[in-house]
């Protein structure tokens, strides 16, 4: 059975919603939603991904959006809380999905997380209501 998240699980800013939305257009019909993963490595020793997922899981949990869902298994859960997901564009074709608030880093000493600036804990918030 899945459950429903909430902005304090996980939020998207305007631009992440906008560019989703802008991408969930382009897909088949039968795609259920965006789901989100962690596979070992990165700054706090997670990374995480996203790709686009025709089925849904017993352990998933939905957070819905306009025009799509997002979707996080039980796993990837317990990492992800009060994470935002933003979209920066800096031009010539660089723009990419960046992950904020990751947890690590936000118990990191004061200072910096130590890891150039993979994640971080500004931005402004919007969820998916």
Do not use: W, Y
């Amino acid at each position: 059975m899945t459950a429903t998240l909430t902005d304090q699980d996980l939020t998207l800013t305007a631009p992440a919603n906008g560019k989703m939305n802008e991408l969930f257009k382009e897909v088949d019909e039968n795609i259920k939603g965006v789901r989100v993963f962690v596979t070992p490595g990165g700054c706090s020793g997670i990374s995480f991904g996203m790709t686009f997922a025709e089925n849904l899981e017993e352990d998933d949990s939905i957070l819905n959006c306009e025009g799509f869902d997002i979707i996080v298994d039980s796993n990837t859960l317990q990492h992800i809380r009060g994470v935002e997901i933003d979209f920066v564009d800096q031009g010539n074709g660089n723009e990419s999905f960046v992950f904020n608030n990751v947890q690590a880093v936000a118990e990191a000493p004061a200072g910096g997380s130590g890891c150039g600036g993979c994640a971080s804990s500004s931005g402004a918030g919007g969820g998916c209501s």
